[in-house]
């Protein structure tokens, strides 16, 4: 399991910085012959994909290393500092953007071999989609932060390479200032995409909970065991791949030390079953149980 995940994740990052060279490759050449705002908007776009796709690869490599002395939860935060990094850059892209098309609002400049362009923007996204369909399977077989982080920019291609299309036809049609219009609506977007990417990251480094839901299913999976009483102090994390775990298991003060022990691994071994990347830690509270009442509101 633990193999096919690290795989899968490196064979993403491999996709991912293969596409985002091509791109930049044809990208670039179109923006030469055409001289257009748009095409160089989606330019600096895919150079940043590069950068981001170049972070994820070392990131990833480095948060797949296993847990030692110094790292005693192993090395998955990696990936959510690779996404804020990312979130720099891209931001960095779009201000970047946003000067060069107030510019050429002011200097407008007339555009050379549209149709050069229009076919470039047309491959970019065929290849665009491939990738996310792949990124797509990996996110849903290993929950990787920093593939989410990258397909969510690759997925912002798509838009603004449609955008450079739209430009490019009404630029070409007598409209010349859509071109550097286009490509300020390009630079605003991918700011608000540098926001998304950065805000998921800094939840993960915060050691925000896990999700309701995913809570509430650990809480299930916990008094599905006829020997719990309950439960109580749930706290989970998330650190990469990991899924960190820990709560106080509400058990029969009657219960022999080795019983006790014997419930919370059945109940570890249960939520281990549902989500295979936790690492779960239980605190064993010896209860009455006459009159014991479980307060559902305690367990979340």
Request: proline fraction near 3%.
């Amino acid at each position: 399991m633990l193999r096919d995940t690290a795989n899968l994740l490196k064979l993403a990052t491999y996709a991912s910085t293969a596409t985002a060279v091509l791109l930049i490759t044809v990208k670039g050449v179109a923006w030469f012959m055409t001289g257009s705002m748009s095409v160089m908007a989606s330019l600096v776009d895919s150079l940043m994909d590069a950068v981001a796709s170049l972070i994820n690869l070392l990131a990833v490599r480095y948060s797949l290393k296993s847990a030692d002395r110094d790292h005693q939860f192993g090395h998955g935060k990696a990936e959510s500092l690779a996404g804020l990094g990312q979130a720099c850059f891209i931001a960095g892209s779009a201000i970047f953007l946003l000067i060069h098309a107030v510019e050429r609002l002011y200097h407008p400049q007339p555009l050379q071999e549209v149709s050069v362009g229009l076919w470039v923007m047309v491959f970019a996204i065929c290849a665009t989609l491939l990738l996310l369909a792949f990124q797509g399977y990996v996110i849903k077989k290993t929950n990787s932060a920093a593939i989410r982080a990258d397909a969510l920019h690759y997925k912002t291609d798509l838009l603004t390479n449609s955008a450079t299309i739209a430009a490019l036809f009404f630029a070409a049609s007598g409209w010349p200032m859509l071109d550097p219009l286009g490509a300020l609506a390009i630079a605003c977007y991918i700011l608000y995409s540098a926001w998304q990417i950065g805000q998921e990251a800094m939840q993960v480094l915060m050691d925000h909970e896990l999700p309701e839901k995913t809570r509430q299913r650990i809480c299930d999976l916990v008094l599905a065991n006829a020997d719990v009483l309950g439960l109580h102090d749930l706290r989970t994390r998330q650190s990469g791949q990991t899924m960190l775990i820990q709560f106080h298991l509400d058990l029969d003060q009657t219960l022999p030390l080795a019983e006790a022990h014997r419930v919370a691994d059945e109940v570890e071994n249960a939520i281990i079953a549902a989500f295979p990347q936790a690492d779960v830690i239980i605190h064993q509270d010896p209860r009455n149980p006459a009159g014991y009442h479980n307060d559902p509101q305690e367990c979340l």
